[in-house]
C-alpha cells in the first residue's frame, strides 16, 4: 500500500469532472448594447444554450442560460437580455418581478458590462443601483467592453477606467467580446470566487453561513456521493514540531517541501496526494508552514487566516511534539488549545499527533514514552470536554513511524464526519434510547416527537419537541452522547437542535 501515494501539484479543481448542476452562475448585467450577449456568445461558444421561460408568463421573457468555458473555468452563465426590457424603460427600479428575484436568487457571481466608447452612461448607473438593491451579496466584476476600440487611441483606458470605478464595484477590467481581449482577465477575476465557491459546494460547510444558501448546499449534498469527494487534511502545529516531516512521510516524497509556490495565483496552487485511492488536499500547507500563525497574537491576521484554513478543512492535524509535552508538563500550550478547540467549534473533525515520540524512547531507564502515551488523551480530554474519544496517534516522522495510523484516524475521522443516518432508523433509536435509559420522574423524561438528521459535515440533528417544551443542557448530553455510543460518531463534532412542533 505504501506504493499507492503519489504527489502531484494541479489546480484544486478539474471542472471538467464536476457536474454541471453543481456549477455557480454568473449573470451579465448591463444596459441594453453593451453587448451582452456577445459576451455570452463568446463564453458558451454557442454550445448546450438552453433558454428557459419565466413562470409568470404574463410578458413572455427569455433569459439564456448556458455552461460557459474560459480557460480551465466551467460555470454557469446567465443573459439577463430579457430583463433589461425593464431598464430600457426606465422601471427596473420600482419593478421587482418575481422573475428578477428568482433569477438573482440563483446567482452567484456578476459581469458588470459597460461600454468604454460610450463612457459613463446613466442607465448604468441605474444598473449599478438595481444590483445593489436586489443583490447585495454580489460584488460585480465590472467590464469595460468593446476596448479594442481604444486600442487605436480613440481614448485612453484609464481614463475610461478611472470613470468605471465610480460605479463603486473596484477595479474594472479591459474587455472586448467581439474580438476576445481581455478574457484572460476575465478568467483571472473569476477564478478565485469559482474555485472558492466550488470549494464551499465541495466541502458542504452547511453549518457555516457561506451565503450560498444553506438549502442549496443541502440539495447539492443529496446528490452527490459525499465519500467519493475529496478530502481537505489541514495539518497545522507550532514551528518545529515536525509538520514538514511528517508531511513527508504521509506523502513519501521530498517534494512536498517546495511546496506551492508563493506568488503564484492566490490560493489556486494546492498539493494533493492519493491514499488508498482516495484523494486528499492538504489545506493551505505553505501558509500554516511559513506563516506559523499560532505564534502570534489573537488578532492579527494569521489567525484570521487560519480559521479561514479551518473553515476550509474537514479533517485538522494538530501536531504537538513529545518533547515538549514533557518538558512543559502539559499536552498543549494555550495557544493550541485555542486552534484545537476553535476547530471542534467550526465543525472540523480533529485528529491530534504527538510527533517525536523517538526522543522518549530513547531516553534510558525512562518510562516517559508510556507515560505520554496515558497522559495525552486524557489531558485533551479535559480541555476539549466538547467531544469525547478525540483520536490522538504518536509519531516519529523521523523514523517514518506512525503514517498508516495517522491516514486511518484522519479517513476514519472524515467518514464519521459525512455520516448519514436515516429518519427511520434514527427514530427507531429514540424509542429504544428513551426506554433503556431511567428518568428521574416521568416529568423529567424529555417529550420528543421525533428526530431527524438535517445535515452531514458535520452530522447535525433536530430533536421535535412537543409544545412548550424545552430540552435541558442535560437532556442534549445525554443525546449527544447516546448517538455517539450507538452509531460510532466518537471523536468528532455533532450538533443537536430543538425545534418544537404545536
Ligand atoms: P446587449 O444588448 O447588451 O446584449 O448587446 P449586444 O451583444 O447585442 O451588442 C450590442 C452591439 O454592440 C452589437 O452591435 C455588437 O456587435 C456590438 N458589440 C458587442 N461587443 C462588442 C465589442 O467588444 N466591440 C465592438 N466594437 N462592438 C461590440
Ligand atoms: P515544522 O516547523 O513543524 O514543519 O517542523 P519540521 O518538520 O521542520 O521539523 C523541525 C525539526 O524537528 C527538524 O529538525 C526535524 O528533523 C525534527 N523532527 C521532525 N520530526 C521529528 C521526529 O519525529 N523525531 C525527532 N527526533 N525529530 C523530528
Request: glycine fraction near 6%; include cysteine; proline fraction near 4%.
Given at each position: 500500500t ?41 463564453l458558451?461558444?454557442?454550445?448546450e ?36 426590457t ?38 448604468d ?21 468593446k476596448?479594442e476600440?481604444?486600442?487605436?487611441g480613440v ?45 464551499q459546494?465541495l ?19 443529496g ?33 512536498v ?8 495565483t ?89 510527533n ?54 484522519v ?12 429518519t ?23 417529550k ?55
Amino acid at each position: 500500500t505504501d506504493k499507492k501515494v503519489t504527489v502531484v501539484y494541479e489546480k484544486p479543481i478539474d471542472f471538467t469532472k464536476i457536474d454541471t448542476n453543481l456549477l455557480p452562475t454568473v449573470i451579465i448585467v448591463g444596459r441594453p448594447n453593451v453587448g451582452k450577449s456577445a459576451l455570452y456568445n463568446r463564453l458558451i461558444r454557442r454550445r448546450e444554450a438552453l433558454v428557459y421561460n419565466t413562470p409568470d408568463d404574463h410578458v413572455t421573457r427569455d433569459i439564456r442560460e448556458g455552461i460557459a468555458k474560459l480557460g480551465d473555468l466551467r460555470f454557469k452563465v446567465l443573459d439577463s437580455a430579457g430583463l433589461e426590457t425593464e431598464a430600457a424603460s426606465g422601471s427596473i427600479l420600482q419593478r421587482t418581478t418575481s422573475m428578477t428575484a428568482n433569477v438573482l436568487a440563483r446567482t452567484q457571481f456578476a459581469v458588470f458590462l459597460i461600454d468604454v466608447r460610450a463612457g459613463l452612461h446613466p442607465l448604468d448607473l441605474d444598473v449599478g443601483k438595481w444590483l445593489r438593491k436586489h443583490a447585495p451579496g454580489i460584488k460585480p466584476i465590472v467590464a469595460m467592453n468593446k476596448s479594442e476600440s481604444l486600442c487605436d487611441g480613440v481614448g485612453s483606458i484609464s481614463d475610461a477606467a478611472d470613470e468605471a470605478r465610480m460605479l463603486g464595484f473596484g477595479d474594472p477590467i479591459a474587455i472586448s467580446a467581439e474580438t476576445g481581449l481581455g478574457m484572460a482577465a476575465l478568467h483571472d477575476a473569476l477564478q478565485p470566487l469559482i474555485e472558492d465557491y466550488m470549494l464551499q459546494v465541495l466541502n458542504n460547510n452547511c453549518d457555516q453561513d457561506n451565503g450560498y444558501g444553506p438549502s442549496h448546499v443541502d440539495d447539492v449534498a443529496g446528490e452527490v456521493d459525499e465519500s467519493k469527494l475529496p478530502l481537505q487534511l489541514a495539518i497545522i502545529g507550532r514551528p518545529n514540531v515536525g509538520k514538514s516531516t511528517l508531511l513527508n512521510t504521509l506523502v513519501q516524497e521530498e517534494r512536498v517541501l517546495v511546496g506551492p509556490e508563493v506568488g503564484l495565483t492566490r490560493d489556486s496552487v494546492r498539493t494533493q496526494f492519493q491514499y488508498e485511492g482516495r484523494t486528499i488536499y492538504l489545506v493551505d500547507t505553505a501558509g500554516w508552514l511559513q506563516r506559523t500563525g499560532l505564534e502570534k497574537g489573537p488578532s492579527s491576521l494569521s489567525v484570521m487566516q487560519s480559521r479561514k484554513n479551518l473553515m476550509r478543512a474537514q479533517v485538522v492535524a494538530l501536531v504537538l511534539d513529545a518533547e515538549e509535552v514533557v518538558k512543559a508538563r502539559r499536552s498543549m500550550t494555550h495557544a493550541e488549545v485555542v486552534i484545537a478547540r476553535r476547530a471542534v467549534e467550526e465543525g472540523r473533525g480533529l485528529v491530534v499527533i504527538v510527533n517525536k515520540m523517538d526522543i522518549l524512547k530513547g531516553k534510558r531507564n525512562s518510562t516517559l514514552f508510556d507515560k505520554v502515551m496515558e497522559a495525552v488523551p486524557l489531558e485533551i480530554q479535559t480541555v476539549i470536554p466538547q467531544i469525547t474519544g478525540i483520536p490522538v496517534v504518536f509519531t516519529s516522522a523521523l523514523e517514518g513511524r506512525g503514517r498508516i495510523a495517522v491516514m486511518r484516524q484522519v479517513i476514519d475521522t472524515y467518514e464519521k464526519w459525512c455520516t448519514r443516518l436515516s429518519t427511520s432508523r434514527l427514530n427507531r433509536w429514540l424509542r429504544k434510547v428513551m426506554s433503556r435509559h431511567s428518568w428521574k420522574d416521568q416529568a423529567a423524561q424529555p417529550k420528543i416527537k421525533y428526530f431527524t438528521q438535517v445535515k452531514a459535515r458535520p452530522p447535525t440533528f433536530v430533536a421535535f419537541t412537543n409544545g412548550k417544551t424545552q430540552l435541558s443542557d442535560t437532556d442534549l448530553r445525554f443525546l449527544t452522547k447516546s448517538l455517539k455510543e450507538d452509531f460510532d460518531l466518537g471523536g468528532i463534532p455533532i450538533r443537536i437542535m430543538q425545534r418544537s412542533v404545536p
